[in-house]
C-alpha cells in the first residue's frame, strides 16, 4: 500500500521496491536494444573486429580512430552532415513556422489541413526518397519537365546523377519531409500562449508583421530553441534519404551512411565501429545543450 | 474600405493554405499518376493521365517478394508496438505516480536514448542478434526497433499518466485496490486515448523503418517492405521499373495516410507530447 502523508501530513519515506518490479521489462528491453549494443560497439571501436570474427578480437588502441581522422571520406562525410543539417533545420523553421501560424487561425477546414500538412511526415523515408527520386529524373522527371515548360532552364538539370546536385535534392526532400514535424512542435508552443496576447493585438489593429516580429517570436523563443536543437540532432544522424538518393556515391554520404558502409559493406566493424562512435560524439556534444535546455521542462513532469 | 481590407487578407491566406497544400501532396499525387500508368505512356509528364491501366498493381500484388515483405512488415510492427506499449504502460505507472529515487534518472536516460545515432549501436547489435541466434528472423527487427520505440512512449505515455488526477487512484487504494488492479481497472480505461496515440506512433515508425530492416535481415523472405522497395533496381539507374515502384510506395503508404487522417488529432497531440512540451 502505497499512502505518501501520515494523518499529521508528515511524509512517510519508505523504500519501495515494487516500483522497480513495474520498471524492470521496460529497462531490460532499453538495455538490451540500447546500452549494451552501444556499448559493445564503443568497445568494438578499440579492436580489429570484423563481420566474421567478432569473437576473437586484438585491443589495437586508438588506430581505427587514428585511420578515421586521416581519411579524406570522413571529413567529406562530416561536411556532407553539417552541411544538410545546418541548411535544412532552419529551412524547416522558417517554412514550420508560417505552416504553424496557418494552423493556429481559426478557419474552415483546418482539420482538412492539419491532416493534408501531416501527410508527407507520414509518408515512409524510402517511399520519399523513391518518388522524389522519380520526379527529379534527369530525363523524365516532371520537375525538370515543368521548369522546362515554364522556360526556367534550357536544358534538364541531373538533380540526382550529380554530385554537387545530388545534395541540393537531399536537403529539398528533407525540408519536404519534416516541415510537418516542424510546423506541429511549433504549433504546440503557439497553443500553449496565453491566447490574449493575439486578441488584444488584433483588437488595437496593430498589423501582423509587427505582432509577430514583436509578441509572437519573443514568447516562442525557449520552443523555437527546443525545436531546432531536437530537430539538428535528428538530422545529423540522418540514413535512409541519403542512402537512397546518393545511390553509393561516396562524395555524398554522411557519417551514418560512411558508418555503415564500412561496418556491413567493407565488414570492417571495428573501423565502421570507430566511426559510428565519432558520430555519437558529435551527438552527445550537441544533446548536453539540449539536455540542459530541457531540464527545466523535465522539472515539470515530476 | 475596412471590407476591402479583410476581403484581400483572406485571399492571401487561403492561397497560402492551397499553396501549401500541393506542396504536401503533389509528390504523392504524382506517385498514384505514375502508378496508373502503362509503361508506354509513363514518360509522358501529363498532369492528369487521359488513359489508365492497373496492370502495375496487379503486377505487384502478383509479387511473392513483395507479399511476404508487406506480411513481414505488419507482423514486425504489430509485435513492436505491442511489446512497445506493454513494458511502456507498465513502466509508466510508477514513474508518472510515484516519487522515488533513481526515477529522474530513468526519464532522463530514456530522453537520451531518443537522440542516439541508431547506426551507433549497430555493430553491438549484429553481436547480440548473433550471439541469441536470430539473425535474418522478425525477432531481430523487433529487438532493434525497440531502441526508436520505447523511449519514446515510455516518455509520452508517463505524461499522459501523469495528467490523469491523484484522487481516482487515492480512491482505489482506499477500497484496498492492489497496485496492479488499479493499472488495469482503473487506469487502463483512462489511458485508452494515450495508448492509441502511442500505439499508432509507435506503428508508424516501425513500419517506416530502414536501417535495422536493411542490416539485419539478408534473404527476400524476410525482408520488410522498405527495404525490398529500396532494392528494387534494374539494370542501370534508367531502366528502373518505375511504374512498380510507384505502384509498390503507394500500397505502402496507403495504410499510413488512411490511419493518419482519421487519427490526426491524437497523433499530433502525442507527437507534440513526446518532444517540446515534455
Known sequence: ?302 | MWKYKKLIKNCVFYTLCLLVAVCCLFPFYWAIVSSLLDSAHLFSTELWPSKITLANYRHVFGDATFGSSFLNSVVVALLTTLLTLTVCLLAAYPLARHKFPGRKRVLMTALSVTTLPYVAVLSGMFELIRILDIYNEKAALVLSYMIITAPFTLWVMTNFMNSIPKEIEEAAIIDGASKYVILTKVFFPLLKPAVVTTGLLAFIAAWNEFLFALTFTLTNQARTVPVSLALFTGATQHELPWGLIMAASVIVTLPLVVLVVIFQRRIISGLTAGSVKG
Open chain 1, 1 to 302: 500500500m502505497q499512502i505518501n502523508f501520515t494523518p499529521l501530513g508528515r511524509k512517510v519515506k519508505k523504500t519501495n521496491f515494487s516500483h522497480w518490479a513495474f520498471l524492470a521489462p521496460c529497462l531490460v528491453v532499453l538495455v538490451l536494444s540500447a546500452g549494451w549494443p552501444l556499448l559493445r560497439t564503443i568497445y568494438f571501436s578499440f579492436t580489429d573486429a570484423t563481420l566474421d570474427n567478432l569473437k576473437e578480437t586484438n585491443f589495437i588502441g586508438a588506430d581505427n580512430f587514428i585511420s578515421l581522422v586521416r581519411d579524406q571520406d570522413w571529413w567529406q562525410a562530416v561536411l556532407n552532415t553539417f552541411v544538410i543539417a545546418f541548411v535544412s533545420v532552419p529551412m524547416e523553421t522558417v517554412l514550420g513556422m508560417v505552416i504553424a501560424l496557418i494552423l493556429h487561425r481559426n478557419f474552415r477546414g483546418r482539420g482538412l489541413m492539419r491532416a493534408i500538412v501531416l501527410i508527407p511526415w507520414t509518408i515512409p523515408t524510402i517511399v520519399s526518397a523513391r518518388m522524389w527520386a522519380w520526379m527529379l529524373n534527369d530525363v523524365y522527371g516532371i520537375v525538370n519537365e515543368l521548369l522546362l515548360r515554364a522556360s526556367v532552364i534550357d536544358s534538364p538539370i541531373p538533380w540526382i546523377a550529380s554530385s554537387s546536385l545530388s545534395i541540393v535534392s537531399i536537403i529539398l526532400v528533407d525540408v519536404w519531409k519534416t516541415t510537418p514535424y516542424m510546423a506541429l512542435l511549433l504549433l504546440a508552443g503557439l497553443q500553449s500562449l496565453p491566447q490574449d496576447c493575439f486578441e488584444a493585438a488584433d483588437v488595437d489593429g496593430i498589423p501582423f508583421g509587427k505582432s509577430f516580429a514583436r509578441i509572437i517570436l519573443p514568447l516562442m523563443k525557449p520552443t523555437i530553441i527546443v525545436a531546432v536543437i531536437f530537430r539538428t540532432l535528428d538530422a545529423i544522424r540522418i540514413f535512409d534519404l541519403v542512402y537512397i538518393l546518393s545511390s553509393g556515391n561516396s562524395a555524398n554520404a554522411t557519417m551514418s551512411v560512411y558508418a555503415r558502409k564500412h561496418l556491413v559493406d567493407y565488414t570492417d566493424v571495428g573501423f565502421g565501429s570507430a566511426a559510428a562512435t565519432a558520430l555519437l560524439f558529435f551527438i552527445a556534444f550537441l544533446s548536453v545543450f539540449y539536455v540542459s535546455f530541457n531540464r527545466k521542462k523535465l522539472y515539470d513532469v515530476g
